[in-house]
């Protein structure tokens, strides 16, 4: 981060705040007070070309010249405003939630000036980038959910279809669905393809379970144990 | 006016005294069962996670990491099983598969 450049009609750009926030800052001419632009931009840029007494000057991510005294350091913790009758210093967040600071540009024989509401206390914050910053904050968060969403779509691609044409697998279904799949695929590639009709078969497991129902001819049962009261068969070797 | 307003005001607050522990019941309810079901997506989360060869195995990916790797996993392990267990080699033309170098480097 440069030193403050003389004010003048170049514009300074050094970028001084965390990204991401939008600020909207009034400017203070005499006895005209209008509200400076809005910018959604990912910087905030000063520009204080004011050889014209018209000028409107934006905050556009540059540390505003002159009049200035400022110490900064990564991060920006904040900024000292001289001039006089210019309220005290705007304190930067460190972190990209705190959002607590606006410049207040005292131009020396500037003809604008900007001032952006002030508190009392050393944390200076404007309403409106306060809800500039906030909108921000709420297009980030729907920007990460929405790239959430289509890497869900993605994982539901590559499971196998389970649902009627229409539907689509809820998130906790994917989830749970792409576990299983994976698994699936994990113990075809140990034990090779049989290995359900293997596992599902061995009679010690399957000694317990009541027969698979059968539509249409059913096969004689040899041996078979089960009955309509409920109890379990003792082996299931005819099952197939 | 001032009489109207204070009628209205009284009956505003009785209606209110009725709802607050209601409203509040259900709120709590609803915020108990939405706590449950974030809970039980977190935990799914957490399986589908274990279940990706990651190097190093204790890096903890983030939810939309998880998804996107369990895709190039479910890929991977999808085109080894088509193309036979030996072809790794030939496995993407364009990008070193992770899954088969975490493999490698594991074996």
């Known amino acids: 981060m440069s030193e403050p450049s003389p004010r003048g009609n170049e514009v300074d750009t050094r970028s001084v705040i965390q990204e991401n926030v939008t600020r909207t800052v009034y400017v203070n001419k005499p006895h005209v007070d209008t509200v400076v632009s809005t910018i959604n931009t990912s910087s905030v840029h000063y520009d204080q070309s004011s050889s014209d007494s018209t000028t409107i000057c934006t905050l556009n991510n540059v540390l505003p010249p002159m009049g200035y005294d400022y110490q900064h350091h990564p991060p920006l913790t904040s900024i000292q405003i001289g001039g006089p009758g210019v309220p005290q210093p705007s304190v930067y967040g460190m972190s990209r939630d705190e959002h607590q600071y606006s410049p207040s540009v005292a131009g020396i024989g500037s003809s604008c000036y900007m001032q952006t509401e002030v508190k009392s206390s050393s944390r200076v914050r404007s309403y409106e980038s306060e809800r500039d910053y906030k909108k921000s904050a709420c297009d980030r968060e729907r920007t990460r959910m929405r790239d959430m969403n289509k890497a869900f779509d993605l994982l539901r691609n590559r499971l196998p279809k389970s649902k009627p044409p229409g539907k689509k697998l809820s998130k906790i279904e994917s989830l749970r669905m792409a576990i299983r799949y994976i698994r699936h695929l994990q113990a075809i590639l140990e034990y090779g393809p049989e290995y359900e009709t293997k596992l599902y078969t061995v009679p010690s497991c399957t000694q317990y379970l009541p027969p698979p129902t059968y539509y249409g001819y059913q096969p004689p049962q040899y041996g078979q144990c089960w009955n309509a009261a409920g109890d379990y068969p003792p082996n299931v070797n005819n099952q197939y | ?53 990651i190097d190093p195995p204790d890096r903890k990916l983030s939810k939309i990491e998880t998804l996107q790797l369990a895709t190039k996993y479910i890929s991977h392990l999808s085109q080894i099983l088509n193309s036979g267990e030996d072809s790794e080699q030939a496995h993407s033309f364009y990008d070193v598969c992770i899954f088969c170098l975490t493999n490698k480097m594991n074996s």
């Not at chain 2, 307003?5 to 309810?29: E, H, M, V, W, Y």
């Open chain 2, 1 to 53: 006016m001032e009489f109207d307003n204070g009628s209205n005001d009284f009956q505003i607050q009785s209606n209110q005294l009725n709802d607050a522990p209601l409203k509040k019941r259900i709120r709590s309810g609803a915020n108990a069962r939405e706590r449950d079901r974030t809970q039980s997506v977190n935990s799914a989360f957490d399986v589908l996670r274990a279940m990706i060869p």
